[in-house]
């Protein structure tokens, strides 16, 4: 290691135009307490790759410089540095704040620079770089081929699309989205089955050789997700409700169709659907009344309109709430029967409805039935629910915190049994919220001892390394996980499959240096910001600060990474996007992919995101600021003032 000359020279003065002499451009004296600083954070870098290197042998030869990089970025960041960025900004260098992908390379950078201007020698050390600005941004360039294909034309960032179920039969879907500019398919297997993965594979594979462009195949295995179990339908009960104006007026009255009981045929025009006894059915003419009471006692009636071969189409002015107790009365006298029940009526989604303060209690059975007794020792119903991974139980403590449906429900967990904890709902709108089935269950505070990999996904690893040409690793937090992974791939046949950790709990974030060195032992690798889950983990409000430090970590490990979750979500659902999804959309290009999200729109979201990506790739590259021409101004030839 090099160490700075120990003799100061004095740089010439200019001479002086006055009486009183010019101050010197600089502080020598400071400038060599900065070198000073610098030599010795230079030697901890080292001193830190050197300690990793018998672990770094093991990684892919691909990944060897960029993990020497990482571990002097992931050094650099052991301790605050802003009192030294200020020193060097003070006597005008650049700082070490966009040195991620090339830090050693940067730190000798600026120390020649404080060498040349005190008058120091200087011989660039250059055996010790890993790797200098353009050599990292060419080894990101090329990790990011290997594992998400070449980047079409004009567009430097990937655009990744979820498939929906409907792609497994629907050639023209993924014809379209190829069309639109998908890079990436991405089948999750938390869904459907082997069948539609290989359905839509197939379909992916066709589409791409027909518009003759590269499209690549990512395969989520599910991973233990930790979801609420089934909850009882509610009681089937059909709202009839026709279209008032703002004074409460009938625009359109509810079109309700009434058939056969049991028959599926739709009745023209109807917007919802009864089942009636046929035979009195068959007595109705247009003009009838039918007469009923709802399920508030309310009385209603309902006109007949139309007749056709299916049914009766009939119109309802007033709000009226159907249920099977509900009987239609034939107005007009004449031929039997007059009444008629109903049948076939919609059963509401099951759901739990919970409140602030109240109590919920998660169970390892569906089947346990938890009350508890009050102080007037009635028994009373718990709202209660299973889960899916009923071996958390033994991992989860009283204080920690649980969070259901994506973070719309929050609690405590207050007792924990063999079989069940209860938690006090702690987050929740004034006017309560309704829990439903197969929802996702949070746990931030929990050491959960759960693999990444289940019996399942390790079945399902055999379709992935047939159809797949990169494989995403559900809920990985550990090291291990990874090696799992690798084992049943080479198992396989295919260890050089590309390996994308998604990054969506608070201990894959904690643990991410240990991840991402584990990744580099494969030839490709990537990490994906799910974005959604990490929100619900580590606090809405710090969700802005972690992924910009997992950006920056991947950064330093010449690591690609997919940004995820929400990406323009509204307007390929909706048609419209917010301004804020806007926004974020555009934050996206510091990635080298984006995913989005079925969605009835997605097609439009796509071109949005083609169109965003191009526009901000002149002006962004990562942190850098491009500082392309502003051609939307022009250069004022006066001022004036008012």
């Known amino acids: 290691m090099r160490t700075p000359a120990a003799a100061k020279k004095t740089m010439p003065r200019p001479a002086a135009a006055s009486d009183q002499q010019l101050e010197a451009p600089w502080d020598e004296t400071a400038c060599d307490a900065i070198i000073e600083q610098l030599w010795t ?3 901890k870098l080292l001193a830190y790759e050197k300690s990793l290197a018998p672990h770094l042998e093991n990684l892919d030869p691909g990944y ?9 970025y992931l050094r650099l960041r052991q301790s605050d540095r802003r009192p030294l960025q200020e020193s060097l ?8 704040g966009r040195a991620e992908s090339h830090v050693l390379a940067n730190l000798d950078k600026v120390l020649g620079i404080l060498h040349r201007m005190t008058g120091k020698p200087w011989h660039p050390p250059l055996e010790d770089e890993p790797v200098g600005m353009e050599s990292s941004r060419k080894l990101l360039e090329r990790h990011t081929d290997e594992l998400l294909g070449a980047p079409p034309p004009e567009r430097a960032v990937r655009i990744m699309v979820t498939l929906p179920t409907e792609a497994a ?26 069948d539609e993965w290989r359905a839509m594979a197939a379909n992916v594979r066709r589409a791409a050789k027909a518009e003759r462009r590269p499209v690549r195949i990512l395969m989520d295995v599910g991973g233990p997700k930790l979801r609420t179990g089934s909850i009882p339908a509610g009681a ?5 409700r026709p279209l008032r104006d703002e ?22 025009g109807a917007t919802a659907h009864v089942g009636v006894d046929a035979a009195w059915l068959e007595q109705l003419k247009l003009g009838d009344h039918l007469d009923l009471t709802d399920a508030r006692g309310a009385k209603r009636c309902l006109l007949v309109v139309l007749r056709e071969d299916e049914g009766v189409l009939a119109e309802c002015a007033r709000t009226a709430y159907l249920v099977p107790e509900t009987r239609l009365k034939r107005r007009r006298k004449g031929a039997r029967p007059r009444t008629s029940g109903v049948s076939d009526l919609p059963s509401l989604e099951g759901t739990l409805q919970l409140v602030r303060g109240g109590i919920l209690r998660l169970t390892r059975s569906a089947n346990h039935v938890p009350v508890f007794k009050s102080r ?10 299973a889960c899916t991974l009923p071996e958390i139980f033994k991992d989860v403590c009283v204080g920690e915190r649980i969070w259901f449906d994506d973070g719309r429900i929050g609690g405590v967990i207050r007792r924990v049994e063999k079989d069940w904890l209860e938690a006090e709902i702690t987050h929740a709108r004034d006017c309560g919220e309704k829990l439903a089935g197969d929802k996702g269950i949070n746990l931030p505070d929990s050491q959960l001892k759960l693999p990444a990999l289940t019996r399942k996904d390790l079945d399902d690893l055999a379709v992935v390394a047939q159809e797949a040409d990169l494989v995403g690793l559900s809920f990985v937090q550990h090291a291990s996980d990874i090696a799992t992974l690798r084992a049943g791939l080479r198992e396989l046949g295919k260890p050089n499959l590309g390996i994308v950790l998604k990054i969506e709990t608070r201990r894959a974030f904690e643990n991410l240096p240990q991840l991402l060195f584990a990744a580099m032992a494969s030839k490709a690798a990537g990490i994906m910001i799910a974005r959604g889950d990490l929100a619900v983990e580590c606090g809405y409000e710090r969700l802005a600060e972690v992924q910009e430090e997992i950006l920056w970590a991947a950064e330093a490990a010449h690591m690609p990474v997919i940004w995820a979750t929400q990406v323009l979500e509204t307007l390929a659902k909706t048609g419209f996007p917010s301004r804020a999804e806007i926004t974020d959309a555009a934050m996206g290009e510091r990635a080298e992919c984006v995913m989005l999200n079925k ?12 169109d965003i990506l191009r526009r901000m790739q002149a002006h962004q590259a990562k942190k850098r600021s491009l500082l392309r021409a502003l051609r939307a101004w022009t250069l004022p030839s006066e001022i004036k003032s008012q």
Request: charged share 20%.
């Open 89 to 96: 900004a003070r006597v005008g260098l650049s700082s070490l």
């Open 236 to 240: 089937p009960v059909l709202k009839l």
């Open 247 to 268: 004074l409460g007026r009938v625009v359109t009255p509810c079109l309700v169709g009434l058939r056969p009981a049991g028959a599926s045929l739709p009745v023209a």
């Open 599 to 610: 969605g009835p729109h997605i097609t439009e979201a796509m071109r949005t995101l083609d």
């Open 376 to 385: 007037k020792k009635q028994q009373h119903p718990v709202p209660a629910v």
């Open 41 to 43: 954070l230079r030697g």
């Open 169 to 194: 039969a629907d050639f023209g879907l993924i014809r379209g989205l190829v069309q639109s500019g998908m890079d990436i398919a991405r089948i999750n297997c938390a869904h459907d089955g082997p």
């Open 64 to 72: 060897r410089t960029s993990a020497r990089n990482f571990a002097h």
